[in-house]
Structure formats: structure tokens, C-alpha cells
């Protein structure tokens, strides 16, 4: 009987210790989730701002209709929300004509978004985040 008796708690004392560690987990992964989501958003934003671009010569350089389309994508986003322009920081948005690899006319886009502040998690995660995306597609016309 006196062995069960200095046994007990063991258990709440693992517990209590083991605790910080799934916390500090949890919110590595909520942070990782929150980077993922903001990486596959500003690419998809740049691509398809750039399918809008590359439709021809005089849309090539459109960056007022590019950043429009980029808002649409990104809009699920935490820190866009109400933005109508992409003139500045969280979301950057340049249509350029450019000569592509094959020597061809092309249009190139540049996304570049920045995350709100997340919880840092020294030595992985900065807090925030400047996501840079480029995307190039010939002109059809």
C-alpha cells in the first residue's frame, strides 16, 4: 500500500514537463501553416497575374490590372484585406515586357508579400516573413 501512495502524481509531473514542449510545437506548426499559405498565395498570385499580362504586347506592362488580380488571389490573406493598391509593403506588384530564355517578347511579374508578425521562434522563424515571387510567360500575340 505505501508503494502505490509514493507513486501518484507521477503522471501530472510528466505532464507539467512535457507541456511547454507541445506548446511550443503547436505553435511551430500554426506558424509553419501560416508561411505555407502565404508562399503558395504569392505564387499563385503571380501567376496569374502574369496569365493576365501575357495576353499581349499592350497588357505586358499593366500593373494596375496585375496588382488586381494578385489582390484576388491574396485575399484571404490576414494583412490585405481592405488593400486597393499594391504601391507598397504588405503587397508589391510590377508587370515588366521582358525578353524571355527563347529570345521571344514575355511578360514578367514580381509579387512580393510580407507577412503580419507571427509568434519568432529564434533560430527558424523570424516573426515575419518578405515573400518574393517572379513569374514569366511569353506573349501569345
Not at 23 to 38: Q, T, V
Not at 63 to 72: F, K, P
Not at 107 to 128: D, M, N
Amino acid at each position: 500500500m505505501n508503494s502505490r501512495k509514493r507513486c501518484r502524481g507521477g503522471s501530472v509531473l510528466e505532464g507539467a514537463l512535457f507541456l511547454p514542449w507541445f506548446i511550443f510545437l503547436f505553435i511551430g506548426a500554426l506558424d509553419w501553416g501560416f508561411y505555407a499559405h502565404a508562399l503558395i498565395s504569392t505564387q499563385n498570385a503571380a501567376r496569374v497575374a502574369a496569365l493576365y499580362t501575357s495576353t499581349s504586347s499592350t497588357t505586358a506592362a499593366d500593373s494596375t490590372t496585375a496588382c488586381q488580380y494578385a489582390l484576388g488571389q491574396l485575399k484571404t490573406a490576414v494583412n490585405i484585406g481592405t488593400l486597393s493598391t499594391c504601391n507598397g509593403l504588405p503587397l508589391i506588384v510590377t508587370a515588366a515586357k521582358v525578353t524571355g530564355p527563347d529570345g521571344q517578347e514575355a511578360s514578367e511579374v514580381v509579387v512580393t508579400y510580407q507577412t503580419t508578425r507571427l509568434i519568432p521562434i529564434p533560430g527558424l522563424l523570424a516573426g515575419q516573413a518578405t515573400i518574393r515571387r517572379v513569374c514569366q510567360m511569353p506573349l501569345r500575340s
